[in-house]
């Protein structure tokens, strides 16, 4: 006697809840710095972290799920990470990494990092890690 196994298929929907996103940014910059008040310091190179209008602009915190969020960069110690929001203007910065909680003073954030040695060689090189963002 045969047995006959049916399985059937239950499609689940599953809400879209930040974690960790990773990163890279748009460009590095290594001549013609501007110090920066909102983020001060002697630094050699800069890289921005940004989306264009049509891709959301910037990153949004979860904060219907999460009361916590950080942008850090894990893999240089020479380095300030620094905030810009997108309806206030507000700007942060913080050494290697900066932590935001909730309410946040700002709905979306572009990123800026900027450093004190050796540029990284490529975009590749520079990851910022999101801690409770929306990808």
């Given at each position: 006697?045969?047995?006959?196994l049916?399985l ?14 990773v ?18 310091g002697d ?16 990153w949004k ?10 942008a ?10 620094q ?9 942060e ?8 909680s ?18 990284p ?10 801690h409770n963002?929306l990808?």
């Amino acid at each position: 006697m045969k047995k006959l196994l049916i399985l059937s298929a239950i499609a689940f929907t599953f809400p879209m809840f930040a974690g960790d996103v990773v990163i890279y940014p748009t460009g590095i910059v290594t001549n013609n710095l501007i110090p920066n008040a909102n983020c001060p310091g002697d630094f050699r190179w800069h890289a921005t972290y940004a989306r264009s209008v049509a891709n959301g602009w910037g990153w949004k915190p979860d904060t219907n799920n999460f009361t916590t969020f950080s942008a850090s960069i894990t893999n240089r110690s020479d380095t300030h990470v620094q905030s810009f929001g997108f309806s206030t203007g507000h700007f942060e910065c913080g050494t290697n990494s900066l932590q935001f909680s909730n309410p946040t003073t700002d709905i979306k954030y572009r990123f800026n990092v900027y450093g004190t040695n050796n540029p990284p060689a490529t975009t590749n090189d520079l990851p910022l890690r999101l801690h409770n963002f929306l990808p």
